[in-house]
């Protein structure tokens, strides 16, 4: 069935860089999001990527998207102790009616 | 004010009661969906509604129910609540075509059924 697979916990000090990875079992997607969800807020979108790009530049984000082999990537330069949260890769299902999440991957920054 | 607003945003209640949460939205999108979030499994899809006469089950609808009552509304409801049923719940509105496909969420309603 559809799926999105992402580890659950990352930990890094401030000033490093962060490297979220995400896989996903559907191709046909247009787009492919990341969402970000800070501590008792709901998601917001993070940034996301056309499935045609293999690389977008956002500030301190940069997104890879690997086609072949259905990986997606979010990297955050320069991370600060505000880029604590829990961050959630996302994929349209087959059908185009809804995204299915990953199980969300908590980055914790240090100082 | 928040683009999509659910109430209430925190619950208590008994296994058994009959529970209702509602989300309003201005932000004239058509599709409205209904999220469940757990700790380490992310969020799986509940309901989702494409307009006033399309309701649709997602992934984990057994044990809910919805509504929708108006565009900008959209209840869900647990007839008899079991404590499994726990969670924080988002919803979520979105374009219907156009656009990147993005959903908008509500900041959530926590349920603990005890």
């Known amino acids: 069935g559809e799926d999105v697979e992402q580890s659950l916990f990352l930990s890094v000090r401030e000033g490093d860089s962060s490297v979220i990875n995400c896989t996903y079992t559907?191709?046909?997607?247009?787009?492919l999001y990341w969402y970000k969800q800070e501590p008792g807020a709901g998601l917001q979108l993070l940034t996301y990527?056309?499935?045609?790009?293999d690389m977008k530049q956002d500030q301190r984000l940069t997104v890879l998207l690997n086609k072949k082999d259905k990986h997606l990537s979010l990297r955050i330069a320069d991370t600060q102790t505000g880029d604590s949260a829990i961050y959630f890769c996302?994929?349209?299902?087959?059908?185009?009616?809804?995204?299915?999440f990953g199980k969300g991957t908590t980055l914790s920054v240090s100082s | 004010d928040a683009d999509v607003t659910q109430t209430p945003r925190n619950r208590i209640t008994k296994t058994g009661k009959r529970i209702m949460l509602e989300c309003s939205q201005t932000?004239?999108?058509?599709?409205m969906y209904w999220y469940r979030q757990d700790p380490g499994l992310g969020l799986r899809l509940i309901y989702y509604?494409?307009?006033?006469?399309?309701?649709n089950k997602g992934e984990i609808s057994d044990g809910y129910s919805v509504s929708r009552q108006a565009q900008a509304k959209f209840s869900l409801s647990l007839e008899s609540a079991i404590p499994n049923q726990t969670a924080l719940y988002f919803c979520?509105?979105?374009?219907?075509?156009?656009?990147?496909?993005?959903?908008?969420f509500g900041e959530g309603s926590r349920l603990t059924v005890l």
């Open positions: 509604s494409f307009d006033v006469k399309d309701i």
């Open positions: 932000k004239g999108h058509d599709r």
């Open positions: 979520a509105t979105s374009v219907a075509r156009g656009g990147t496909g993005e959903l908008f």
């Open positions: 996302a994929d349209p299902n087959q059908a185009g009616t809804a995204l299915i």
């Open positions: 559907d191709s046909s997607s247009t787009y």
């Open positions: 990527i056309f499935s045609n790009m």
